[in-house]
């Protein structure tokens, strides 16, 4: 697979996810924008983040977009704490972030991290908005943690992992009855 990471905010991609999910035989950019109100270019680069995480798949040209279960349909909840777990559940199998997480943790900046993330999967965005897009999912599914300043860390202590996977449980079995 190509890796690619667009400027955009886990609530778009989430967003993104429902309209696809609620529109299932196959939605285009136009509807996400005007559907979740939104500039065109924004749903644009929501629905292609969400495919590149597995929520979303398209017809192959890349103008229509159907869900992609069972994520898309077990991230599209209203409970927020199930909505991270399942976000971060996709976003820890996405090798880009799996790559930017462990090059936090040696170099301890964001930005060097972002920077190392591009390198080495040859991504094309610049390493700003690979920096703030995974931000934005880190911080939204609670892989990152805000430490202040600027400086992050990750989020890996047992009790949270736990109660992460505990998560997942929760949503799969409401999903699955």
Same mark, same amino acid.
């Given at each position: 697979m190509d890796y690619e990471i667009y400027p955009t905010t886990a609530e778009h991609i989430v967003g993104a996810t429902d309209v696809v999910l609620l529109k299932n035989k196959g939605c285009n950019i136009d509807f996400v924008a005007s559907f979740l109100d939104i500039p065109p270019e924004s %749903?644009?680069? %929501?629905c292609k983040m969400a495919e590149q995480l597995g929520l979303v798949k398209t017809n192959g040209h890349g103008d229509i977009f159907?869900?992609?279960f069972p994520f898309a349909s077990y991230l599209v909840t209203s409970n927020e704490q199930q909505k991270s777990a399942i976000m971060r559940l996709v976003l820890e199998q996405y090798e880009p972030f799996? @790559? /930017?997480k462990n090059?936090?943790?040696v170099v301890g900046l964001m930005q060097t991290a972002a920077e190392q993330t591009k390198i080495f999967h040859n991504?094309? %965005?610049h390493r700003d908005v690979i920096k703030d897009t995974i931000t934005s999912l880190? @911080? /939204?599914s609670q892989s990152l943690v805000s430490k202040g300043a600027g400086l992050y860390t990750i989020a890996e202590l047992p009790s949270e992992r736990?109660?992460?996977l505990l998560r997942i449980k929760d949503v799969v079995a409401n999903r699955e009855r």
């Open positions: %749903a644009k680069n %929501a159907y869900p992609d799996k @790559t /930017f090059r936090l943790i991504l094309s %965005a880190g @911080t /939204f736990n109660e992460y």
